[in-house]
């Protein structure tokens, strides 16, 4: 039982450490532009 009372407290602190995380990267721009990077790899770099 005294396990249970260090673990809840980590695991919720992991939890918003990882919510922190994500609104941090939505913050960022980190998800805006989802199809550049598809559209990017069919495109022909190679300028030899």
């Known amino acids: 039982m005294n ?3 260090v673990l809840i407290p980590i695991a ?3 939890g918003l450490v ?3 995380a ?3 990267s939505l913050k960022n721009g980190q998800y805006d532009d989802l199809d550049g990077s598809a559209s990017r790899i069919l495109e022909d770099d190679d300028e030899v």
Do not use: A, E, M, V
């Open 22 to 24: 994500f609104y941090w």
């Open 12 to 14: 919720l602190g992991l």
């Open 18 to 20: 990882g919510l922190f």
């Open 3 to 5: 396990h249970l009372l």
